[in-house]
């Protein structure tokens, strides 16, 4: 009988499967993409029009959560939001992973006076609590959502790169490593072929987590005003707009936020059933 | 012991230092003429040029740089824009409020933390244990700004048990800021305290202590619960900076008349050298409790000290 070869990424998904919860939030990821990619054919109304007449109506057979204080539809405009909340999240999470890791591996595998200059940058960066580096960032390049996500991406740098680094630390003295380079492969091949196929578990972690940082950080900004700027369907931006309304029209304040909400748990239990099931210890 | 205090006292002034000049460049890096900036849109090339020479502006970078730092270490932040005011009593008089708002916050998180970590721990693997770790999730998860009008709209509108907005030093007042403010902070020492007891768990002195018939009661409290505490502590320090972040968003829900607030209303009318001292400030801040916390570990836990 021929013998069942078991794969590392068989013995990934046995682990994965496991956890009930990582796999129901996995769905309801996917489910957060297809929402923003077919929006327009979801959502019942335009996000933007605007009709007095039915101005703050609670839910109902035909606006299930409501309308807002311009008579928009919230869940459109919630469905509508998907997207920019998806995009700002993956965006700079993206970018800031692309840099830190690149960082990270150059950081750990060449050592020295490039490792010092790198490191202590990122210290420079963790001297900052993360929203008010992104605060300033937005300061210095005004408002809106573009300079959102180069705030957010440039305070993901430096966890990618400490990550890497230390990943590239133990990675750089292993033994396929010696022998790619008694091969003569090149440094670049080295760092990019070998040793970063090693630090994607832990980064791929991060990454998870750091999207549900990134969409809580991008909307705070927009409730501060800081963000996107009305009429935008952002969630944070719409709660920001509900607030002069508390008490008068109570389902502005709740929908939006069981958006963020659930998005944002959605990629922390995703990203801690990740964890896990890399993780070598957990069998 | 003292070596090691001295040695990362050292370590943390190569970040100040260029934490200071990040700062200082702030106003350069704004797009633009940072006089033009700092005059305003409507302002006159005379009342520019007056800008420029009061900001030091027409000197060179270094030469501004170290008029800063010596103005800084007289305690002269400059003046605000908006109120022409010195920054430094501007700052003074909102620090109290934003202080006792991350230390109530801080309190509570711990203790609450602290004891939803310790219940799931002692009951690990049942209900009890996947309920706590659920609403520790949710409460990372959960937008504080969100949290904070959810509790303003039940608690103060609704049920009118607790005030809106503002603070004028009533207790009262700190209760649904502190409360919302706090939640992820204690969410997150929940996590920690748990993982840290499933660690010491691990020890062979809780099974000698378990081996030798002691009630489990006694084992968790009396042998577990000090040594799981050691790496929570850290993990606390580190939050204390987290909540100084988070009260820009919380002190804008319920309108507290602290930092936080100030630097958001700093930003929208673009008062750079108010901006310019709270960014040192808070970073400042956030380094030096990173450096206490670094110490106070040494002294719980000596294998530290001798690395």
Known sequence: MAEKTITPSMIFWQKFKKQKSAVVAGIF?????????????????????????????????????????????????????????????????????????????????????????????????????????????????????????????????????????????????????????????????????????????????????????????????????????????????????????IGVADHLTVFPGIAIFLTVLAFNIFGDGLRAAFDPKLQ | MLKYFIRRCLSILPVLLVVSILVFLFVHLLPGDPARVVAGPDADEATINRIRTELGLDKSLPEQYLTYMGRLFRGDLGKSLSSKLPVAQEIALRFPPTLYLALTSLAWSIIIGILFGAYAAMHRGKWQDYTAMIVAVSGISMPQFWLGLLLMQLFAVHLGWLPVTGFT???????????????????????????????????????????????????????AFRNALIPVVTMVGLQFGFLLGGSVVVETVFAWPGLGRYMIESVSVRDYPVLQALLLLYSFQFVIINLLVDMLYAVINPEIRYK
């Open chain 1, 29 to 245: 990821i996917l489910l957060l993409v297809f929402v923003a990619i077919f929006a327009p054919f979801i959502a019942p109304y335009d996000p933007y029009a605007t009709d007095y007449s039915q101005a703050m109506m609670p839910p109902s057979p035909q606006h299930w959560a409501g309308t807002d204080i311009y008579g928009r539809d919230i869940l459109t405009r919630i469905i509508y939001g998907t997207r920019i909340s998806l995009s700002v999240g993956i965006s700079s999470v993206t970018i800031g992973a692309i840099v830190g890791v690149t960082l990270g591996l150059i950081s750990g595998f060449f050592g020295g006076f490039l490792d010092e200059i790198i490191m202590r940058s990122a210290d420079v960066l963790f001297a900052f609590p993360g929203i008010l580096l992104a605060i300033a960032v937005v300061a210095i390049l005004g408002p809106g959502l573009v300079n959102v996500v180069a705030a957010v991406a440039i305070f993901s740098i430096p966890t990618f790169a400490r990550i890497v680094r230390s990943n590239t630390l133990s990675i750089k003295e292993s033994l396929y490593v010696r022998a790619a380079r008694s091969m003569g492969a090149s440094n670049n091949r080295i760092m990019f072929v070998h040793i970063m196929p090693g630090t994607l578990s832990s980064s791929i972690v991060y990454f998870t987590m750091r999207i549900g940082t990134s969409i809580l950080t991008a909307s705070s900004l927009s409730f501060l005003g800081l963000g996107a700027q009305p009429p935008s369907p952002e969630w944070g931006a719409m709660l920001a707009e509900s607030r002069d309304y």
């Open chain 2, 169 to 223: 030093g009533k207790f009262k007042e700190l209760i649904l800021p502190s409360l919302t403010l706090g939640a992820s902070v204690a969410a997150i020492i929940a996590r920690f305290t748990l993982s840290s007891f499933l660690d010491v768990f691990q020890e062979e002195y809780i099974n000698t202590a378990r081996a030798k018939g002691l009630p489990e009661r006694v084992v968790m409290w009396k042998h």
